[in-house]
Structures are given as C-alpha cells and as structure tokens.
C-alpha cells in the first residue's frame, strides 16, 4: 500500500516569515516521486516543486525548498518569505508509475 | 498555450442520472488523468489514458467510466448517479506520459458536480 500522511491540518504565517508543512509516506518502491501542489481557491492544483527519490540534492524553486529525508520517509516543504498569494491548500503527492497518492492537504493561511 | 479546459464547471443531476464531463488537455499532451475531490476523502485517483487506451485505474465502481480520443481530449461518465458522487471532478494532463505518478501534471479548474 501507499501512504501520504500530512498531519497538519491548518497552518497559519505572517506574511514575510517561514513556514515549514510537514508530510510523511511510506511506499515498498524504489523507484517514486514526490511533490507539493498548490491549489488556491480557484480550485486549479498548480506544482510547487517535484523531488526524484533517487536524489539526495533537496529540490528547490525561488522561495520554496524541500527537505528529504529519505530513510525517515519525510518530505517537508519550506516556504521563505511568506507572500499574500502563497495562501491556499498545499498537497503533499506520492507518485510511482502507475499510482498517484495524495495526502488529505494542509490549509497555509497568511496573515499580515 | 491554452491550458487544460474542463467542461461544465457546474453542474447539478439528481440521483439515478448520469453525466459526462470534459476534458480538453494542453496540446501536445499524451497522458489524461481524472481524479475526485471531496472534503471527505480528499483527493482520490480515478483513472488515466494514454493514447487512447485506459493505462491505470484507481479503486472505484464500474460505473465511473472514461475514454480518451485521437485528439487527447477525454471524456469521464459516471452512470447511475448517488448522492457520494458530489464532488470536485479534477483532470490533469502531462506532457510525455512516461508514468502516471513520474511527471508534472498540470490541473484544469474541475467540474463541481452536485446530484440531488
């Protein structure tokens, strides 16, 4: 079976600041993908950023960076320098070739 | 470049009805998949084509269908409507199709389908 926990429901930053969202998978393959996806209330999922397995080099987009930890199956995403449009639901995905497993979403609220 | 474009965006049917929704990906894109949001059970996968044929499926009833034509656009139909069948019908395409779970996939803005 093919698991995507993300245990925090809700999180909330003040814009400018960091946070980090937090996911935990458990696959039995060797060879997968990870990534984090975006959808804001448009409902259109958008890719925030993609990590092969096979990489130890944490992936990294402008002001989002991943932390993996492949032996301890956690796939974190950091956020730097929180912005008003980085508001919305984030999606932590499992993929392998020939399943696509979500986890249940963490709602980023951004304050001023 | 458009985007992927799903039609209707709404829609309302009462139960015992079936429904076809749409989905027209980026051009030049070979994979089509489909997926079913609900605040219930999140974001589960369907199924997805490739060229045509139906490639991987996800765990849901026979009455959750689709096809994909020459032209990449795929159709998704749910027969015999129930009320569980309310949700966020989301479909995504990629570019090269190499693995369901392996590539960027980019989202249309999904149908919100509501059956009464």
């Known amino acids: 079976a093919q698991t995507v926990t993300q245990s925090q429901p809700e999180m909330s930053v003040q814009e400018a600041e960091t946070v980090t969202l937090s996911c935990t998978y458990d696959?039995?393959?060797?060879?997968?993908?990870l990534f984090w996806y975006k959808q804001p209330p448009s409902r259109q999922m958008i890719l925030v950023i993609r990590?092969?397995?096979?990489?130890?080099q944490n992936a990294t987009e402008n002001r989002f960076s991943v932390n993996f930890q492949k032996a301890a199956k956690s796939f974190s995403l950091k956020i730097s320098d929180s912005q008003l449009g980085d508001a919305a639901m984030y999606f932590c995905?499992?993929?392998?070739?020939?399943?696509?497993?979500f986890g249940t979403g963490t709602r980023l609220q951004v304050t001023l | 470049k458009a985007g992927v474009t799903q039609t209707p965006r709404y829609l309302i049917k009462t139960r015992g009805q079936q429904v076809t929704l749409s989905c027209s990906p980026i051009?030049?894109?070979?994979?089509v998949s489909w997926y079913q949001q609900t605040p219930g059970q999140g974001l589960q996968f369907l199924f997805e084509?490739?060229?045509?044929?139906?490639?991987n499926k996800g765990n849901f009833p026979g009455r959750f269908s689709g096809r994909q034509f020459s032209n990449s656009r795929s159709e998704m139909n749910v027969s015999t409507l129930e009320l569980g069948d309310s949700a966020l019908y989301l479909c995504?395409?990629?570019?090269?199709?190499?693995?369901?779970?392996?590539?960027?996939?980019?989202f249309g803005s999904g149908t919100q389908l509501s059956v009464l």
């Open positions: 051009s030049g894109h070979r994979s």
């Open positions: 990590q092969e397995a096979y990489k130890q």
């Open positions: 696959t039995s393959e060797s060879d997968y993908y």
């Open positions: 084509y490739f060229s045509e044929t139906q490639r």
């Open positions: 995504a395409s990629s570019l090269r199709g190499l693995g369901l779970g392996y590539e960027k996939l980019f």
């Open positions: 995905a499992l993929g392998t070739a020939s399943k696509l497993t």
